[in-house]
């Protein structure tokens, strides 16, 4: 009798499988998302190949001596940041980002610069052409003698010329047009995907290569394909920025080798991208003199402090509830903060509407904000402009007072750093015993009607 073909029924959104088709997914509840696809051969003789190539042994923890792992440091700061301190060889790094955002760009500047520390670097295309990429590389002036171009799909091709060649980074760009001839489904498919990351996690880990993979974001912003690629990879990035802005963030989600809180800021210019080392310059850079409903706030993003603009503009409700929206804000850190300032300090808010935004594209997303946001929203409100020194750092509780937040030391310096004359903190931070900067003027409120009496006296 004929061996029945053994296929599954694969979610494309999130690699549940099924023997069955079901036109929903009993896992993301996504609709007609079920593919079906072959199964892999089980016989296949690399699942019993370990790391190293040999069939691994158990070892005393005291016998193992830690091998090289020395980083290698690009010349772009913030990419080496974001990675933890530079690149560690042998690791595979997932960056997946909006069509057009600029992945291919950067990996191809980072390519050219550890090329320039002497690596030997192999970018892989499956999505443009060699001479495509060579434009590119004119245009952002790299040169590189032991930098290659290769346009290929195929991954056990892609892994024959790494035997040969033995470069020291590879880019693939990008895994969704990756293909494994055992497998039978289309490229981008989840058993593709996954697939082709394994082999090439594979390589990475035998020859001690740095793998760059590129991955396509699905609309809902994560990286297409199963949640399983993030996991098989050492290290997740996300390149993000505003369509209508020229500055890109570049987001660790997740690192084996570095904390992930830390961001990169980019600016993508016609010579490609440029790093910004000053990025609370370009936060404040078109602050409006003497407007209202503005308010300066020193938040962290990562180990690093970043000067923002939070700005409001409260306006009578026409008719009806009133309206509340934020941008780069999260909505109920702001709702809740109108109602707080509605009880707590008297401001008649419930029939205005309030519009707020993180000015710059940025998000933010942390406590120390709220008091920046509610000055913002009562000098709107008062329509009484804060002072253009002035820099607010604080959380807000619900009964009105203001709690201490973190790394006040560091915030506090890049205000001063900026030229801000006065910083309104949090009372119980002032006595944390850290190390003042001398020109700027710090004041200690313990309630939100305190601070925004000092702000508006
Ligand atoms: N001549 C140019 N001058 C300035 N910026 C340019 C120029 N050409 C391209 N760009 C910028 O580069 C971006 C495209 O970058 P890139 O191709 O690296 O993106 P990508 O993320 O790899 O896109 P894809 O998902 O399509 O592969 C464009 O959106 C544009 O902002
Ligand atoms: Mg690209």
């Known amino acids: 009798m004929a061996k029945k073909k053994a296929t599954v029924f694969v979610c494309q959104n999130c690699g549940y499988e099924l023997p069955k088709y079901l036109g929903k997914c009993p896992s993301c509840n996504a609709w007609n998302q079920m593919v079906e696809e072959k199964l892999p051969d089980k016989t296949d003789s690399r699942s019993r190949v370990t790391m190293s190539g040999k069939k691994a042994k158990a070892v005393p923890i005291t016998s193992i001596t830690i091998e090289n792992e020395e980083r290698v440091k690009t010349q772009m700061v913030e990419f080496n940041r974001v990675l933890g301190g530079g690149v560690v060889p042998g690791s595979l790094v997932l960056i997946g980002g909006d069509p057009g955002i600029g992945k291919s760009t950067l990996l191809l500047q980072v390519s050219a610069q550890l090329n320039q520390q ?3 670097v192999l970018y892989v295309s499956g999505e443009e052409s060699t001479s495509q990429i060579k434009m590119r590389a004119e245009r952002l002036e790299l040169r590189g003698s032991d930098f290659y171009i290769y346009t290929e799909t195929e ?12 470069p020291d980074y590879v880019i693939i760009d990008s895994i969704q047009t990756m293909h494994h001839v055992n497998i039978d489904s289309a490229s981008g498919s ?6 082709s990351t394994s082999t090439f996690m594979q390589i990475a880990k035998m020859n001690g290569i740095a793998i760059f993979i590129v991955g396509h974001v699905t609309k809902e912003g994560s990286i297409a394909g199963p949640k399983m690629l993030e996991h098989m990879v050492d290290t997740v990035l996300y390149f993000e920025g505003e369509q209508h802005h020229t500055f890109r963030i570049l987001r660790a989600v997740k690192n084996r080798f570095g904390s992930t809180n830390e961001i990169g800021i980019f600016e993508m210019r016609n010579g490609g991208l440029e790093e910004v080392l000053n990025p609370s310059q370009l936060f404040l850079e078109e602050r409006l003199a ?3 409903g503005s308010a300066v706030v020193a938040a962290m993003e990562g180990t690093r402090p970043i000067l923002v603009e939070i700005q409001s503009l409260i306006a009578p409700t026409v008719f009806g509830n009133a309206k509340r929206t934020a941008s780069g804000l999260d909505h109920s850190r702001v709702s809740l903060i109108l109602a707080v300032l509605e009880k707590r300090t008297g401001l008649l808010l419930q029939n205005q509407d309030a519009y707020l935004k993180a000015a710059g594209g940025v998000r933010l997303d942390e406590p120390a904000i709220d008091l920046a946001i509610a000055i913002s929203i009562a000098s709107s409100y008062k329509e009484k402009e804060t002072r253009p020194t002035d820099c607010f750092i604080g959380e807000i509780g619900l009964t009105g007072e203001i709690r201490s937040i973190s790394k006040i030391e560091q915030r506090v310096k890049e205000a001063a750093k900026l030229g801000f004359k006065r910083v309104i903190i949090p009372k119980n931070n002032i006595d944390d015993g850290w190390d003042r900067p001398k020109n700027i003027e710090i004041i200690g409120c313990t309630t939100l009607s305190e601070a925004i009496k000092r702000a508006f006296s």
């Open 155 to 166: 991954v056990s091709a892609i892994a024959e010329t790494i035997e040969t060649l033995k």
């Open 118 to 120: 002497g690596g030997k």
């Open 190 to 195: 989840v058993s593709q995907v996954r697939e």
């Open 290 to 292: 003497g407007a209202t």
